[in-house]
Nanobody, 117 residues
Framework: QVQLVESGGGLVQAGGSLRLSCVAS????????MGWYHQAPGKQRELVAT???????NYADSVKGRFTISRDNAKSTVYLQMNSLKPEDTAVYYC???????????WGQGTQVTVSS
């Protein structure tokens, strides 16, 4: 059984910070690329950041310099540190575990991030 559980979302003022966490179970965590995606109301889900098993990272242009993805393989946990938050960051944030070799992806249930102006 695979489970990804996100936490850390909430309401924050523009310019503030949040740290999202995602704890994975039921997978060999170290071999998966981990990612964060977000989806705003009426919009498509889109990539925010990824971290490969080798700790190579990739970010959407809109969050570069503000967000940082990191992973702790010993804890089977991936984090998203979100700084200098903007109202346009408001969305549900989803954790994903991607076994790239087999094109297999698992998703968490999402956590709401709301940034007020």
């Amino acid at each position: 059984q695979v489970q990804l559980v996100e936490s850390g979302g909430g309401l924050v003022q523009a310019g503030g910070s949040l740290r999202l966490s995602c704890v994975a179970s039921g997978i060999i965590f170290r071999i998966y690329t981990m990612g964060w995606y977000h989806q705003a109301p009426g919009k498509q889900r889109e990539l925010v950041a990824t971290a490969t098993s080798g700790d190579s990272t990739n970010y959407a242009d809109s969050v570069k310099g503000r967000f940082t993805i990191s992973r702790d393989n010993a804890k089977s946990t991936v984090y998203l540190q979100m700084n200098s938050l903007k109202p346009e960051d408001t969305a549900v944030y989803y954790c994903a575990a991607e076994w790239t070799t087999l094109s297999r992806t698992f998703w968490g249930q999402g956590t709401q991030v709301t940034v007020s102006s």
